[in-house]
């Protein structure tokens, strides 16, 4: 997985409650990105991370927020978790490859049902 | 706005037979053209992507891809598939960026 890890793997939460997603690189990439799945959907991004301190909402931001206070970790937070953000979770990070261009890679995914 | 258009939810094929998955992306400017599989449980898993020169694009475990501009596809291809092929897979669009934008996904069901 790219040097891509996320925690926690699975999460059940109440709704209300604040939830943290963390993804951690160990590459130092200046990309990275949170994405939801869904059934039908595809992926869609939900923020996304151009280096530290330096983010920017991407399709579907209603509702989370992240941060980004070293090069390695990107911190997705659900301030009041609701029942239409349960969902599996995917970060991800740009890679640039040797002819110049950029190539996405994924981490393994946090499962989160919010009840 | 870019988009990507997956039109089958489900592609069965038997084992051995040749496997197409249909992509049609709409993006302005020239698009950079991906395809990720995903396995059960996993994360999504890079197979080939397109940014220019030859329209066939060669990928990990076989796979190949054709773009086609006239036709705004990215048409993924095998010449044999393993029931090993079996998995979801996802067509992706940019556009000279960083921000990809999914198709919806397409399940791949490889018969013995």
């Known amino acids: 997985d790219a040097g891509i890890t996320q925690s926690p793997r699975h999460k059940v939460t109440e709704t209300g409650t604040p939830v943290t997603l963390r993804c951690h690189q160990t590459?130092?990439?200046?990309?990275m990105y949170w994405y939801r799945q869904d059934p039908g959907h595809g992926l869609r991004l939900i923020h996304y991370s151009y280096g530290v301190k330096d983010t920017d909402k991407g399709e579907v931001s209603d509702g989370y927020s992240v941060s980004r206070s070293k090069t390695e970790d990107f911190l997705l937070t659900l301030e009041s978790a609701t029942s239409s953000q349960t969902s599996v979770y995917f970060c991800?990070?740009?890679?640039?490859?040797?002819?110049?261009?950029?190539?996405?890679?994924f981490g393994p995914g946090t499962r989160l049902t919010v009840l | 706005a870019q988009s990507v258009a997956q039109p089958e939810d489900q592609v069965n094929v038997a084992e051995g037979n040749p496997l197409t998955v249909k992509c049609t992306y709409s993006v302005s400017g020239n698009p950079y053209l991906f395809w990720y599989v995903q396995y059960p449980n996993r994360g999504l898993q890079f197979l080939l992507k397109?940014?220019?020169?030859?329209?066939l694009v060669k990928g990990s475990y076989g796979f190949e891809a054709e773009f086609n501009k006239s036709q705004t596809s990215f048409h993924l291809k095998k010449p044999s598939a393993l029931v090993s092929d079996s998995a979801l897979y996802f067509c992706?669009?940019?556009?000279?960026?960083?921000?990809?934008?999914f198709g919806g996904g397409t399940r791949v069901l490889v018969k013995p």
């Open positions: 992706a669009v940019s556009a000279a960026g960083n921000k990809l934008t």
């Open positions: 590459e130092n990439h200046r990309y």
């Open positions: 991800a990070i740009s890679v640039t490859s040797g002819d110049s261009t950029d190539t996405q890679y």
């Open positions: 397109y940014i220019t020169g030859d329209n």
